[in-house]
Each structure stands twice: as C-alpha cells, then as structure tokens.
C-alpha cells in the first residue's frame, strides 16, 4: 500500500483541507509527502464492512472536504489514449463499435499488460486480484439464489458481458495483447474493476477510476443518518463529484469519530444490485426491494411501473403494489368509479383491504413452499459456510455441520472429492466459490425472510380489519 500511497502523493492527492481552510493551519502535520493521506483518513481494515477502506484519523465534520484526486491522477480512456499514441490509433479504428465501458476495459487490460513499464503499476498492482459480481458466479452458485428473477439477472449479466468481450476481441487482438488478458477471465476481472470501481466523470459515460478515492467502502445512503443541526448552508450534501478546480473531491457526508470507517454512497441499490455491480449485500438495506411474481393483469392494471411493485424490507407492500392490488380486487365494472380513491392512496373498503391482505399471505406462502430450502435450513447453512471457510480442518468441521450432502454436491460441481484430508485447508478456488456460494444464499434468505415479514404485517392487519368488521 505504501507505494501507492507514496505515488498518489506525487501526483497531488491529498487528503489535506486546502489551505484556506481554518481547519488546515489548526491541523497538526501529521502527512508526510510519503504518502497523501494520514492528516484526515488512513487506510484501515474493516472485516465485516468491506475489509479494506478509509478511517477517519481525526474527528471529522459533516461536509468536510476529506479527499482531494487530481484530474492528473484519474484513470480514464482518453488519459491513456493521450499518453499512447499507438493504443489511441486502434482505439480509434475500432471506436465506432465499441461502448465507453469496452474502451475503459481494453485501456485498463492494456496499461496490465504493461506491467512495471505502466505509468499506472502502483495503483495497478494495489487492485484486487478477484472479485464476486454476479457475473462471477459459476452455475452452481447462480443456482443457489434459488428465486428465478435473480437467476435471470446472473445470467444475463454474464452472457452480456461475454458477447461485449467477443466484441473487443479484435481489437485486442490487433494491440498484441498476451494470451492471458486476452482471456474472458482477464475480461470479467476488468468489468468488475470498473463495475465496481469507477466515479462518475461529465465527460466519458464509462467513468473513471479514482486511485485512493476508491478505498472508500459503501453504506446505504440513508437520510435518518443525517443530524439536522450539523447542517450548515455552506456544508456539501454530497459524496463528491469532479469539480472546477480540476479534481475528484470527497466530502464526509455526516460526523466520524476518530477511527470510524468513512463510507461513500455508491447510490439506491437493492441488494440484487449491489451484487450484480459491486459483488456485496447488506443485511439491513434500506433500498431493499422484494419482488414477487405478479400476473399480468396485476402488473398491467394500472400506470404504476413494474419495478414499483414490490415489498419493502419490513415486509409492507410498496404503495404502488398496494394500490394496484385494491383496484385489481375491485370487480371490473366498478374500477372507473373507484379510480380516483385509489390513486390518492385510500383504502377502498375493510372488505376489500382484507382480500388484500389474504391474497398477500396465500402469495407469500405459496412463494416460499415453492422455495427448494427454509429460512432456518439457509440461517445454519451460512453459519456453516461461513465456519468452513475459516477451517483447518475441514473433514471435521464438515462431520459435525450435518452439511455433508450439500457440500459433497458442490464438491462434485468442482470434480473434488468430498474426501478432504485431515487438517487440510481447502485450495484458494474453493474458498472463493464458497464466498460467492455465501452470497448467494445470504441474498435468498433475506429474500424469504421479507416474505415472511410480509406474512406477519398482512395477518396482523387482517385480524385488525376483522374486529373492524365485527364490530360494525
Ligand atoms: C470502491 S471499492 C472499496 C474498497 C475495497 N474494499 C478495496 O479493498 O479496494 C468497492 C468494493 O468494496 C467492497 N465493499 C464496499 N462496501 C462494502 C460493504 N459495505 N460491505 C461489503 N463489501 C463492501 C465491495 O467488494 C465493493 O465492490
């Protein structure tokens, strides 16, 4: 890390408020130009909120500017098309065909393959060496999200990140790139650099990559989390964003203790996003937004949009699924008349609110029936995997698990065999498939547990709706 950080300081990043700030005179010199950081963050490991990313070293105010990049230090297409004139001339070939990702994708593949020749090696060589995005996910790990509008999305998102590296095949091939980044694997690792990686930039759709600023690790963003009394007119309300002053800059978006990680809002991701772009889930995602299938008289009833009709985290349907339900259970010729009522947001009729609520908990019942595993089965199975990721000895670990058939399947998946010697630690391409196997069962089971939750809200309404009834 150091010589990255060493790197970045040479070329202006810095972590220091400018120095017509107050705060800058007042702030003791802790920074040393080995390094561009150390007077407001420092690089920390945070093992349960995405290992590797930024601490505040001091307190730090909401709105402070905390990190400074310079365009001169951002990673962009035109940057290394400025800088190699022979990678722009068949770039510029090979352009009209090719998206604003694809040609990130083909620079960032090139400036790899130049190894510890690329003006880039530092940043480069600090990359992660693998990732778990979606498109990562091999066919049994796909197959373990178990609901089939999230099996779609993997594969969906594999398949077109496949045709996009037949597609730039030719122009790698014309840059002489090495047989190995010439690989889809080279390819796949590369999207999920930028997937994963990348700050919004005005001029290139692609983005670019910010050395440092990118350590910065994500929370959802969250308004509860902002204290009104902090907020003062001149203070950012933003993450951050390429500013006039030429640079990336980043700002805290609420209050940080000395040592608390500093988290940037990548943006509203449902779970299922955040791990088809960024390869993560939260347990408790605020943005969260379950689907359940819906017929299409449902789906169509209405002008409410299809991505607006799900389930929020604490089990309640969104109002637009609410509201499509009331009119969908209103007999067709009295539709017209009740319309108004029901976009306003209105419950027609204690009778027509409880067939709702019935038709909710038959739905989400149904769903999970249809669900190869419970919520218990999938809560032990993560303790398992997680446990046997961490083994030394997985033969015994996977005795007492009572996991043994589930692990011997996946074990087939690799061509293993589920005889693993004594105290042997399991080879680096299993640990890793057991990582995405993780996260795949830790998404279906926040899945179920949202059903479930929905289960309880629609019985607890109902039974309130029917002392309403009864007491009429
Ligand atoms: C921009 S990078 C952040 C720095 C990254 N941890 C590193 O070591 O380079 C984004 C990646 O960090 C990880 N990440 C960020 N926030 C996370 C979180 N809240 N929980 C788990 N992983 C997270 C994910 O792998 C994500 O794709």
Redo the contacts with the bound molecule.
Sequence with gaps: MEPLLRWAAELGVSDSPLPSSPSAAAAPSSSSPSSCIGRSLVVAD?P??????LAAARDLRRGELVLRVPRAALFTSDRVMTDDLRIAACIGVHRPHLTSVQILIVCLLAEVGKGRNSIWYPYLS???SY???LATFNDFEVEALQVDDAIWVAQKANSSIKSDWEDATPLMKELEFKPKLLMFKSWLWAF?TV???TLHIAWDEAGCLCPVG??????APDDTSFEEEDIAEVERLTDGGYEDSNAYCLYARKKYKKGDQV??G?GTYTNLELLE??????NDNPNEKTFIQLDVDICSIGTWPIDSLFIHPNGHPSFALLCALRLWSTPTHRRKAVSHQIYSGSMLSTENEMEIMKWLISKCKRTLQQLPTTVEYDESLLLFLHKIQNSTNCRTDLKQSGFDQDFAVFLRFHRLELDCSDNSILPLHILRSLERWELAVQWRCNYKKTLKKCISYSESLAHDLLLQLNQQ
Excluded: E, K, V, W
Excluded at 48 to 53: E, H, I, Q, Y
Excluded at 277 to 282: N, P
């Design positions: 945070f349960d909120a995405g290992g590797r990313g600090q990359l992660p990732y778990t995005i999920a997937s994963s990686r990118d350590l910065f690790n994500y929370a988290l940037l990548y772009h960024y390869g993560f889930l939260l």
